[in-house]
């Protein structure tokens, strides 16, 4: 598994800012709510444009540096080959090529092959060590 210092890691010609509903960390899918404000990605399977929230990096915070509700965030909407170091939902075992999609809490997960992805993974992490996956953390990943 890699490790980087920033969200968006190749291409990204659209970037947004807006107002955080609630806390989020870089790295979330997000979405913009009826009210203008951002917040975690909050349907599962969502066929829309995903969007990930990104570190402040004019304010020299980094990857690790949530946002709290009305904080500015920035954010990006990647297209066909750009690259997000974004969350993946623990307790399965991740392969290079595995499609993705949205898990309604902001993080990313396996879906099968016959079902519509919003993102092919681009790394192996094996995410499904034993014990319980609501006590485990997301873990980045590309």
Known sequence: ???????????????????????LTPGHAIEVMSTGKLRKQATRGADTQIAFAIENSLLGT????????????????????????????????????????LTGDGTLEKVSSTYKAVAVLMEN?????????????????I
């Open 62 to 101: 980094n990857i690790d540096t949530a946002f709290a509700a009305d904080d500015l965030v920035p954010y990006i909407l990647p297209k066909k080959g750009d690259e997000v170091y974004a969350f993946l939902t623990p307790g399965t075992n991740y392969v290079k090529g595995d499609r993705l999609d």
């Open 125 to 141: 992490l094996d995410l499904s060590a034993s014990g319980s996956v609501a006590t485990r953390a997301p873990v980045r990943i």
């Open 1 to 23: 598994m890699s490790t980087y210092n920033r969200i968006g890691l190749k291409g990204f010609e659209r970037y947004e800012e807006g107002f955080a509903n609630a806390a």
